[in-house]
């Protein structure tokens, strides 16, 4: 088959994951990693992963299936960031589902549902590393079982979820850092690293995990 891989951003967290992918996929197939819509190709599957802008219909009419991969109980909390919203929300199961891509954003029909299980312990790199782990693991079901897999209609009332800011990673100096563990979870140190602000001025928060 011929495979495109579209991620919108070169410096996303997942391409160490779509590295991995690539070596799994050439082995049977031809592969194309773009990081533009405008560059990708007609084909047979075009992986959407990681894309921060919606794909226009235009490119989904140029190959068979397009398929997105996204961290939540579709129809619930569609669109940005739903796996650190749902730390936030003091949730460690976090539901996963690959689907169709639709003109609506994260509205196709579901293939394959399945979870992240988190420990209460990890931090965003910690997070990323499993929801890339199992995103390949989602990936290679499809491909293997894509012959007889439904595509399943979202059933419920949608809800969307809003882009992170770094407005978001603000910790309030006047509560406790364990009431506030899951706010420094989720915080990327490049990005948008934790902070808190003080007699007019702003400090900086960058959390590790001892090795």
Same mark, same amino acid.
């Given at each position: 088959?011929?495979? !495109?891989?579209l991620t919108?951003? *070169? ?5 160490p994951?779509?590295?991995?992918? +690539?070596?799994?996929?050439v ?23 990681? =894309?921060?802008?919606?794909?226009k ?12 991969v996204? *961290?939540s109980?579709?129809? #619930?909390?569609?669109?940005w960031? *739903? ?7 003091g ?6 589902c690959?689907f ?7 509205g196709?029909g ?8 988190l420990d209460g ?5 910690g997070? +990323? ?6 995103t390949l693991?989602?990936?290679? +079901?499809?491909?293997k ?7 399943i ?7 969307? =979820?809003n882009?992170? !800011?770094s ?6 100096i006047?509560?406790s850092?364990?009431?506030?563990f899951?706010r420094?979870?989720? $915080?990327?140190?490049?990005r948008? *690293? $934790?902070?808190? +602000?003080?007699?007019?001025n702003?400090?900086i928060?960058?959390?590790y #995990?001892?090795?």
């Open positions: 088959m011929k495979i !495109t891989i919108d951003n *070169p410096n996303s967290w997942i391409i994951f779509i590295e991995e992918l +690539k070596i799994y996929l082995r049977d197939h031809e592969v194309k990693h773009v990081f533009e819509s405008e560059q990708v190709e007609s084909g047979d599957i075009l992986f959407i992963l990681s =894309c921060e802008k919606l794909v219909s235009q490119i989904l009419k140029l190959n068979k299936n397009n398929i997105v996204h *961290p109980d579709l129809p #619930k909390q569609r669109g960031s *739903p796996l650190t919203w749902q730390v936030l929300e949730k460690n199961v976090i539901p996963i690959l169709e891509a639709h003109p609506i954003a994260d196709g579901v293939y394959i549902r399945d979870e992240i299980k312990t990890e931090l965003n790199s997070m +990323k590393q499993k929801q890339g782990e199992i693991k989602m990936i290679k +079901k499809y491909l079982e894509k012959d007889t897999l439904l595509a209609d979202q059933i419920g009332e949608p809800s969307y =979820c882009k992170i !800011t407005e978001d990673s603000e910790i309030d006047n509560k850092l364990k009431d506030q899951n420094l979870r989720v $915080a990327d140190n490049k948008y *690293p $934790a902070f808190f +602000k003080y007699k007019n702003k400090y928060i960058k959390i #995990k001892e090795k």
